[in-house]
């Protein structure tokens, strides 16, 4: 869908920034555009955000705290239901702006609002559960705890999932009895401007704020003294940067980072299942633009030849690279050119480092495709560990294909890179599986099965991945603070 094919309604009628209820001018009079990245073709220009428009919305949301902190935990239930409500009416037209700013498939994104609505009526539901316990100190005194939101937090938010990353993680930190602050994505800003639309009048003004800017606006929040808590869904390097600058306030952070995640098969295993869960949980929908893709496969010797032949024959009949916004498409594009740049690089240096090379590896030479960012579902087989595709993130369509017969050496080479972040096990032995569940330094372990969350499943990484647990109740415990009461009794 090229710009001037665009329905009416789809695209955000403000492009303003959004805080203190009220939409306000980038106050340096700074837009910048954004792209289709499926025709590298502009859609619109969005507002930047300076550490001047920072300091105005985290002030309006320090405003806004001590009403909402006070407000009964299921009227702020009863809003973020409604939240929930609004973004399922409008789910269809969301996916569509994400597929137009973001290149991912309109019809995996159409999910992506549902999810998101899922999350809201979860904490939703958790509002009344923030609960603090009494403490035994023996006769003449009573103790217990509460626990305390802890003020005006920040959440910047990834490209990949712009819409539903913005929407659920003000789920929990809201049902807390904080106020929030959104950063949107720099590649793909329009749907946090549509959400803002959409939601922003359902909370007290001050209670939610969308802001859009690039990293002057990240390193601000992060450095406001008036933001208690600064979350990030992206990459290592940002990641770092984001702590680094919230340490010189003793701020604490939530980080849901990079991913190098592996695939474990075993003899045993399923072979039509596990052929469809490699190709699976590699998430090609969205061109490997997924933190949680099991980039790394490593099939048991016994296995080896016929799943990849297998994997090879199956993936290109299953995903294509088409344009985002046709429901038929099953790949989208990459967000940007550089990207595809990113993408292309790792292709170069696995071809100089001896991998071979099974199918895909270059752009799609279809005519419809060639203004875009798009290319082919990659595979790399007679992979080492001391590669670089081994032991980088791409972010993108590329597996790795390692092969094992020793099992101690397999999980040397596993747990050797520096993420930590998901892992997915496949073996039809029970005491197999959950001794490799053990085994595996991640975060998050599927057992034959891949990329599939659930709402109340802690979802986070060790190592190189990240800091703390979302999309459970352990999430809203991260927005609060405990404090203990002491009484002494006459």
């Not at 073709?41 to 969005?46: G, K, P, S, V």
């Not at 300091?55 to 009227?75: G, H, I, M, N, S």
């Not at 309109?106 to 958790?126: N, P, R």
């Not at 922003?200 to 390193?219: A, D, M, T, Y």
Request: hydrophobic share 45%; with cysteine; net charge negative.
């Amino acid at each position: 869908m090229r710009a001037h094919e665009i329905p009416a309604g789809i695209l955000p009628t403000h492009r303003q920034l959004f805080y203190g209820g009220a939409w306000h001018e980038p106050l340096a009079g700074v837009y910048a555009p954004t792209i289709n990245p499926a025709y590298d073709e502009r859609l619109a220009d969005t507002p930047v955000a300076d550490a001047r428009d920072v300091d105005a919305a985290v002030r309006a949301a320090q405003v806004a705290f001590p009403a909402w902190a006070a407000t009964l935990p299921r009227e702020r239930g009863r809003m973020l239901r409604q939240a929930a409500d609004i973004l399922r009416a409008h789910a269809q037209e969301l996916a569509l702006l994400d597929a137009l700013n973001n290149g991912n498939p309109v019809s995996i994104l159409a999910k992506d609002a549902d999810f998101a609505a899922d999350s809201l009526e979860y904490f939703a539901g958790l509002a009344t559960e923030v609960k603090g316990e009494t403490l035994p100190m023996g006769p003449g005194y009573l103790d217990y705890t509460v626990r305390e939101p802890l003020g005006v937090v920040a959440r910047i938010v990834a490209y990949n999932h712009p819409l539903m990353f913005a929407a659920m993680r003000l789920a929990a930190p809201l049902a807390a009895g904080n106020t929030v602050v959104v950063k949107s994505p720099d590649q793909a800003p329009l749907s946090i401007i549509r959400l803002a639309e959409l939601i922003g009048h359902v909370f007290p003004k001050g209670v939610v704020n969308f802001l859009c800017g690039s990293r002057e606006c990240g390193q601000a929040l992060a450095e406001h003294p008036l933001v208690r808590k600064i979350t990030l869904i992206g990459g290592v390097p940002t990641g770092k940067s984001v702590m680094k600058t919230a340490a010189d306030g003793l701020k604490p952070v939530l980080l849901e980072l990079g991913g190098k995640n592996a695939l474990v098969a075993y003899p045993d295993a399923d072979l039509d299942k596990l052929v469809d869960g490699i190709v699976g949980g590699m998430n090609f929908t969205w061109s490997g633009q997924s933190c949680g893709s099991t980039s790394r496969v490593f099939l048991h010797e016994s296995i080896h030849d016929e799943v990849l032949a297998r994997v090879a024959e199956l993936l290109p009949r299953r995903h294509r690279p088409g344009i985002p916004t046709d429901p038929a498409t099953t790949m989208g594009s990459l967000v940007s050119r550089a990207q595809l740049e990113k993408v292309q690089g790792f292709v170069r240096s696995a071809l100089d480092e001896g991998a071979r090379l099974v199918t895909g590896g270059r752009q799609p030479e279809d005519p419809a495709l060639r203004d875009g960012f798009f290319f082919e579902p990659t595979i790399f087989a007679d992979m080492r560990p001391d590669m670089r595709l081994a032991r980088e993130e791409v972010f993108g369509p590329i597996m790795s294909v390692f092969r094992w017969s020793d099992e101690d050496a397999l999980w040397t080479d596993v747990n050797a890179v520096d993420f930590g972040l998901t892992g997915s096990i496949w073996t039809r032995d029970l005491d197999t599986a959950h001794r490799a569940a053990r085994r595996i330094h991640t975060g998050y372990v599927w057992i034959n099965n891949t990329s599939q969350h659930f709402i109340g499943a802690p979802f986070g990484g060790v190592k190189q991945s990240g800091i703390g647990r979302e999309e459970c109740f352990e999430e809203l415990l991260e927005f609060t603070y405990t404090k203990n009461v002491n009484l002494k009794l006459n």
